[in-house]
């Protein structure tokens, strides 16, 4: 099965790190900037799992694209998400399957508009990892795990081959038959997160150390009555785990946005905060969830005048 993976940063290289890795056909498109990264540096990932140096793996920019791809993993941030779009519709064929690895859920509207409804696959991935010097991947802590499906939660030869071409020793992957109420549950985990901790600009355990668990706890529930409302309620169990980790004395837990905001980046305040609260109907109070979209809108416009 022949691989492209959408990006080489944190994410996509990562994941399509470890399959090359591992001996899969894996190519990355990238940008100017980041070949030249690439063929300097080398793909190298530094991790508790274990380290890889690569070398400067197969790499194209989107005019070299000469064929269709079996598998497109599309790592790139929701921001990105139109130039990715434009940048990869040459390794599109009529057989391609698409792997989003974006937060949210509106990336899948825009891209069943792009390429039609039966190419796209939902997917999420839980890792902790940024970019470091010299575009090295710095995987902070070991959760690695990605999670994809058929859309409609249909078992389908495409997804056979695809299950086989992404089973590797070095990745926790797997697949699901709800993948969109996963999908909704990490975005619940990931709203709560970030408002927390970009609100208060520290971490889970700090939050909790000054008496902030319940700061926590109510914006999870604005969340949750959100995606209950739009028909994706959480699984009691993964209620339960999202409050755990969300309260857990002690924890170095934060979200990327955060990270983001400290390097003066660019930050998902719109697809993973603005998104969720325009589906919010009347009736729902989400008080905390609506300051700390203030707060990440206010960051961006700081940031724009910089």
Same mark, same amino acid.
């Given at each position: @099965?022949?691989?492209?993976?959408?990006?080489?940063?944190?994410?996509?290289?990562?994941?399509?790190?470890?399959?090359?890795?591992?001996?899969?056909?894996?190519?990355?498109?990238?940008?100017?900037?980041?070949?030249?990264?690439?063929?300097?540096?080398?793909?190298?990932?530094?991790?508790?799992?274990?380290?890889?140096? #690569?070398?400067?793996?197969?790499?194209?920019?989107?005019? /070299?694209?000469?064929?269709?791809?079996?598998?497109?993993?599309?790592?790139?941030?929701?921001?990105?998400?139109?130039? /990715?779009?434009?940048?990869? #519709?040459?390794?599109?064929?009529?057989?391609?399957?698409?792997?989003?690895?974006?937060?949210?859920?509106?990336?899948?509207?825009?891209?069943?508009?792009?390429?039609?409804?039966? /190419?796209?696959?939902?997917?999420?991935?839980?890792?902790?990892?940024?970019?470091?010097?010299?575009?090295?991947?710095?995987?902070?802590?070991?959760?690695?795990?990605?999670?994809?499906?058929? %859309?409609?939660?249909?078992?389908?030869?495409?997804?056979?081959?695809?299950?086989?071409?992404?089973?590797?020793?070095?990745?926790?992957?797997?697949?699901?038959?709800?993948?969109?109420?996963?999908?909704?549950?990490?975005?619940?985990? %990931?709203?709560?997160?970030?408002?927390?901790?970009?609100?208060?600009?520290?971490?889970?355990?700090?939050?909790?150390?000054?008496?902030? /668990?319940?700061?926590?706890?109510?914006?999870?529930?604005?969340?949750?009555?959100?995606?209950?409302?739009?028909?994706?309620?959480?699984?009691?169990?993964?209620?339960?785990?999202?409050?755990?980790?969300?309260?857990?004395?002690?924890?170095?837990?934060?979200?990327?946005?955060?990270?983001? @905001?400290?390097?003066?980046?660019?930050?998902?305040?719109?697809?993973?905060?603005?998104?969720?609260?325009?589906?919010?109907?009347?009736?729902?109070?989400?008080?905390?969830?609506?300051?700390?979209?203030?707060?990440?809108?206010?960051?961006? %416009?700081?940031?724009?005048?910089?």
């Amino acid at each position: @099965m022949r691989i492209l993976v959408v990006g080489a940063g944190a994410l996509g290289g990562y994941y399509g790190g470890r399959l090359l890795a591992a001996g899969r056909d894996v190519t990355f498109l990238v940008r100017p900037r980041r070949a030249a990264e690439l063929v300097r540096h080398g793909l190298v990932i530094r991790s508790p799992l274990g380290d890889a140096d #690569l070398g400067t793996p197969p790499h194209l920019l989107s005019e /070299a694209i000469d064929t269709p791809y079996d598998l497109i993993v599309l790592a790139c941030k929701g921001y990105d998400l139109d130039g /990715a779009i434009r940048s990869m #519709l040459p390794a599109v064929g009529p057989q391609t399957a698409v792997l989003p690895l974006l937060n949210g859920m509106h990336h899948l509207d825009v891209l069943r508009a792009a390429f039609g409804p039966a /190419a796209v696959l939902g997917g999420l991935c839980v890792i902790p990892a940024t970019l470091g010097e010299g575009g090295a991947i710095l995987h902070l802590a070991p959760p690695q795990t990605l999670v994809w499906g058929e %859309l409609d939660g249909a078992a389908t030869a495409r997804a056979d081959a695809i299950a086989a071409a992404l089973s590797i020793p070095t990745l926790d992957v797997r697949r699901s038959d709800a993948i969109v109420q996963e999908m909704w549950e990490k975005w619940m985990l %990931l709203a709560t997160l970030a408002a927390v901790t970009c609100l208060m600009q520290g971490t889970i355990g700090e939050i909790v150390a000054v008496g902030g /668990a319940d700061l926590s706890r109510r914006a999870l529930a604005e969340c949750e009555a959100i995606a209950g409302a739009c028909g994706h309620p959480p699984r009691p169990a993964v209620h339960d785990r999202m409050l755990a980790a969300l309260t857990e004395p002690g924890s170095t837990a934060h979200a990327s946005m955060l990270r983001d @905001m400290r390097k003066g980046v660019a930050a998902e305040v719109e697809h993973v905060l603005a998104d969720l609260l325009r589906r919010r109907p009347d009736g729902i109070a989400t008080p905390i969830l609506d300051l700390a979209l203030l707060r990440g809108r206010v960051y961006e %416009l700081q940031r724009a005048g910089a």
